[in-house]
T-cell receptor
Framework: KAGVTQTPRYLIKTRGQQVTLSCSPISGHRSVSWYQQTPGQGLQFLFEYFSETQRNKGNFPGRFSGRQFSNSRSEMNVSTLELGDSALYLC????????????FGSGTRLTVV | QKEVEQNSGPLSVPEGAIASLNCTYSDRGSQSFFWYRQYSGKSPELIMFIYSNGDKEDGRFTAQLNKASQYVSLLIRDSQPSDSATYLCAVEGGGNKLVFGAGTILRVKS
């Protein structure tokens, strides 16, 4: 059974640019969550999608957005990148709710210069 | 603001000893609790989850939950150098999300 796949693994962008990250959940999982991990803030919840609907959103500015497709694959987009957006972005999938925990992907390491 | 608190460590234990990791949480209504292990440069990996008061054992790992005192702990018996990692405590925060603590760094010395 394939795990959660995130692409790309590494990304270097310039301030002001935008970026799109992709996540393919475990087959059969319909819930996809996104987290930002930084040394100072730890793992911070960005948003969660289920059946193409955003069910919850964390306390991040509107520059951070996401979507989910009918095959449960998800993308997140960050516009007008800032240096502080440099982080490991983790996608996690679960069957329906967070009650049983998540399986995380390997993450996308974003560096903004 | 729901919070999960962990001692950042590092917690150093000799090989073969028991490592005890602790976590407290603020939301008394939380029902599900998780321990993730994260090796340097890798993503978090779920190692234990617990829903009921008491102990839950899985191999060398034991999770302990005390809802009245709002703490959850993880014991690692016969610690091995390969257990050296950051251990993240997570609590279901409602709205289909998990709230994570900052993590405890564990170092097992051979």
């Amino acid at each position: 059974k394939a795990g959660v796949t995130q692409t790309p693994r590494y990304l270097i962008k310039t301030r002001g640019q935008q970026v799109t990250l992709s996540c393919s959940p475990i087959s059969g999982h319909r819930s996809v969550s996104w987290y930002q991990q930084t040394p100072g803030q730890g793992l911070q919840f960005l948003f969660e999608y289920f059946s193409e609907t955003q069910r919850n959103k964390g306390n991040f500015p509107g520059r951070f957005s996401g979507r989910q497709f009918s095959n449960s694959r998800s993308e997140m987009n960050v516009s007008t990148l800032e240096l502080g957006d440099s982080a490991l972005y983790l996608c996690a999938s679960s069957s329906a709710t967070s009650s049983y925990g998540y399986t995380f992907g390997s993450g996308t390491r974003l560096t903004v210069v | 603001q729901k919070e999960v608190e962990q001692n950042s460590g590092p917690l150093s234990v000799p090989e073969g000893a028991i490592a005890s990791l602790n976590c407290t949480y603020s939301d008394r209504g939380s029902q599900s609790f998780f321990w993730y292990r994260q090796y340097s440069g890798k993503s978090p990996e779920l190692i234990m989850f617990i829903y009921s008061n008491g102990d839950k054992e899985d191999g060398r790992f034991t999770a302990q939950l005390n809802k009245a005192s709002q703490y959850v702990s993880l014991l690692i018996r016969d610690s091995q150098p390969s257990d050296s990692a950051t251990y993240l405590c997570a609590v279901e925060g409602g709205g289909n999300k998990l709230v994570f603590g900052a993590g405890t760094i564990l170092r097992v010395k051979s």
